[in-house]
């Protein structure tokens, strides 16, 4: 009789024997019968990008290109004006996250609410358009990201976007949040100058 530890056949004698042969099998030798190891190129298609813009792909994409691209795969479920129908509306809503009129109710869109551009990049990214999520380009991702900011009138209308630039909008509810207190899990990012002091720059 044998005991099954980890995907391995571990023999009978006791907890240290158990210990022994556990300790021997690396975490990358362990398996469990099912399932497949991830490739490089489906792990690439997994990214979660940060507010200073880490983890962006290459890309970029203008108003223009992105209001083609709105009107046809995002309209249908966003409304012609951004105003939302099946989907969220996007746009509009400065303001009304914090009032003294209970008869208000906030309006939460990308505009009013959400702090980063690269929030609305990676959720574009991962899961739009609804009936085919994953499916636009980075660069499509760029362009779709520029319209809706533009009308939102973050970004001005003959704006294209690249991970740089989009990095550097600033959301009108940037200030809205409160910061994580927990530096030692969440590290600010080495500063341009900082480093081009350390080298004596």
């Not at 208000?104 to 609410?113: F, H, I, L, M």
């Not at 702090?115 to 990676?122: C, G, I, R, S």
């Not at 959720?123 to 358009?129: E, L, T, W």
Request: hydrophobic letters at 40%; a neutral charge; charged letters at 20%.
């Amino acid at each position: 009789m044998s005991l099954a530890l980890a995907g391995c056949a571990v023999p009978d004698g006791g907890p240290a024997a158990a210990a022994t042969n556990a300790s021997a099998t690396t975490p990358a030798e362990m398996t469990y019968g099912f399932g497949t190891l991830a490739t490089p190129s489906e792990l690439a298609a997994f990214r979660s990008p940060l507010p200073d813009g880490r983890g962006l792909p290459a890309g970029r994409g203008s108003v223009a290109q992105g209001q083609a691209l709105y009107q046809q795969r995002c309209l249908a479920c966003h409304g012609i004006n951004l105003e939302g129908s099946i989907g969220d509306r996007l746009i509009g809503g400065r303001g009304s996250l914090v009032n003294r009129d209970p008869g208000k109710a906030p309006v939460k869109t990308v505009e009013s609410y959400w702090p980063y551009a690269t929030t609305l990049w990676d959720y574009i990214k991962r899961a739009m358009p609804m009936d085919a999520p994953g499916t636009l380009t980075d660069d499509e991702v760029y362009a779709v990201s520029a319209y809706v900011l533009s009308r939102a009138n973050i970004v001005p209308a003959d704006t294209t976007l690249d991970a740089q630039s989009l990095a550097a909008v600033r959301m009108p509810n940037r200030d809205g949040f409160i910061a994580d207190p927990r530096p030692e899990a969440f590290p600010p990012a080495p500063r341009p100058s900082a480093a081009r002091s350390a080298d004596g720059g």
